[in-house]
Structures are given as structure tokens and as C-alpha cells.
């Protein structure tokens, strides 16, 4: 059985989840410092970003993402291990995204990954200090946006 301290703590990370993903989907990318520690380091090279720490993976984000006019980020499926004031997180991600195409026109692309990240309690609540991306799959996927992500 659960204590009241384990069920408080999942419900945070929980709730970090959906936070990260509705300041991403809103463009509030300042509100990510309630989500990751200042120092964090940030992998998101398997879907095609960069990796750093927070403040430039922060950085990059605006400029990166101001090329997709519409996406969203579902999450679920949160598997947390706790083990006092840290935990992991392996949580699925299902994030379709509207490409501009060359020739004019949209089309949406579909991505499904998997977060898995490495958490620490802090004075201000739980912070992600470690977050990386799995691939499960692509659909859709224009082939320039391909190369591209390729040659990062």
C-alpha cells in the first residue's frame, strides 16, 4: 500500500508531466523553470533536437518549435520509481505536429516517445534534473524534415 507521502509525491511528477507539456504546446517557455532544475541536462537528439543543459536547450526551444504553426503533446502511461528524494520517470508522449510544406499546404506529422527522465525534490517541489527521449514511432514525416533532423 501506498503512503500518503508516495501518493503526494506521484501525483507532483504527474502534474510536472502536463505542466512541461502545456508550456511547450502554449509557447510559455518560461514556465518550464517550475519544471526543470536550473542545471538539468536535456537530450532530445533521437527525435531530432539538440542536447544541453536547461538554459540552452530553453533557448533553442522558441526558435526551433516557431516552424510547426500547430502541435500538441499528450502524455500518459507515467511509470515513477521513488526512492526518497529522487525518482525516474518513463512517461509516453503522442505529439502530432503541423509541418508548412515547401510546395505550399500543411500536413500533419504524428511522433510517439517516450520521456524518461531522472527527478529530484527540491525546496520548490519535484524538478526533472535529467530528461532524454526515446523514439517508438513516426508517421507522416516530410522528407525534408527528415534530412534535416538527420544533420543535427
Not at 537528439?45 to 526551433?64: C, D, H, N, Q
Not at 500538441?72 to 507515467?78: A, E, F, T
Not at 524538478?127 to 524534415?145: A, K, L, M, T, Y
Request: hydrophobic share 40%.
Amino acid at each position: 500500500m501506498m503512503s500518503l507521502q508516495d501518493i503526494s509525491d506521484r501525483l507532483e511528477i504527474q502534474q510536472l508531466m502536463v505542466t512541461y507539456s502545456n508550456a511547450i504546446d502554449r509557447r510559455d517557455f518560461d514556465r518550464l523553470d517550475e519544471v526543470f532544475t536550473h542545471d538539468a541536462h536535456i537530450d532530445y537528439t533521437t527525435m531530432g533536437g539538440i542536447a544541453g543543459r536547461y538554459p540552452e536547450v530553453k533557448a533553442w526551444l522558441g526558435p526551433a518549435l516557431q516552424t510547426f504553426p500547430h502541435y500538441y503533446h499528450l502524455v500518459g502511461n507515467i511509470e515513477i520509481t521513488l526512492t526518497g528524494d529522487t525518482a525516474t520517470a518513463r512517461t509516453a508522449c503522442f505529439n502530432p505536429m503541423e509541418v508548412p510544406l515547401p510546395q505550399g499546404g500543411s500536413q500533419i506529422m504524428f511522433l510517439g516517445l517516450w520521456y524518461w527522465d531522472k527527478l529530484v525534490r527540491t525546496p520548490l517541489g519535484w524538478r526533472i534534473g535529467e530528461r532524454s527521449q526515446e523514439p517508438c514511432f513516426r508517421h507522416n514525416v516530410p522528407e525534408f524534415v527528415r534530412a534535416a533532423g538527420e544533420s543535427q
